[in-house]
Each structure stands twice: as structure tokens, then as C-alpha cells.
Nanobody, 116 residues
Framework: QVQLVESGGGVVQAGGSLRLSCAAS????????MGWYRQNLGNQRELIAS???????DVVDSVLGRFTISRDNDKNTIYLQMNNLKPEDTAVYYC??????????WGQGTQVTVSS
């Protein structure tokens, strides 16, 4: 069994910053990729940033230049540094892990609220 524990969400004013963390533990023999998704009320969950064990990193255009994903392979932990936050960034942020074979694991989600 794999567990993902997220932390770092909260309430921040527009223009502020937050740093999310996601630590993976359990029966992990190999990781293909880890990433961050977010979901607002009434919307589908969307991928916003991802990173592979090989070191590639990618973020979607809507957060490019403001959000940065990083990874500590030794700790099986990923981070999402979010700067210049906007009200439209308000969402529940979920950590995701993909193992060989395509199985996905999810964290419990952490709320990020950006006030205007």
C-alpha cells in the first residue's frame, strides 16, 4: 500500500506564496512520475505540474512562471512552490503518484484559498 501525505495549504492574500509538500511512503519499489492536480467546485481535476524520476519537470501554462515543482528522490517527496498567487488558484490541491504499470495513487488533498 502507498500513502501520500500532503501539507502546506492554507489561506493567503493575492500576490502571496505557499509551498506544498507531498511525502510518499509504503510499498514503493519504483516511481514513474509524481505530480500536482487541483480541483475547484464544479470543475474537473486538472494536472498542473508533474515530474519524473528522470528529472523532467513540467507545469501548465496557467501557472508557468509562478509555480515550480521540485522533487527529492531520496525522500520520495515532491514540492510545489506557488508564488504570486491569484484568486483563481483557489482549489483543493492533490498529490499524485504513478508507478510502473500505470497505477495511480492520490493524497487526501489540501485546500488553498487565495483572497483578493
Amino acid at each position: 500500500q502507498v500513502q501520500l501525505v500532503e501539507s502546506g495549504g492554507g489561506v493567503v492574500q493575492a500576490g502571496g506564496s505557499l509551498r506544498l509538500s507531498c511525502a510518499a511512503s509504503g510499498s514503493i519499489s519504483r516511481i514513474n512520475a509524481m505530480g500536482w492536480y487541483r480541483q475547484n467546485l464544479g470543475n474537473q481535476r486538472e494536472l498542473i505540474a508533474s515530474t519524473t524520476t528522470g528529472g523532467s519537470r513540467d507545469v501548465v501554462d496557467s501557472v508557468l512562471g509562478r509555480f515550480t515543482i521540485s522533487r527529492d528522490n531520496d525522500k520520495n517527496t515532491i514540492y510545489l512552490q506557488m508564488n504570486n498567487l491569484k484568486p483563481e488558484d483557489t482549489a483543493v490541491y492533490y498529490c499524485n503518484l504513478v508507478v510502473p504499470g500505470g497505477q495511480n495513487y492520490w493524497g487526501q488533498g489540501t485546500q488553498v484559498t487565495v483572497s483578493s
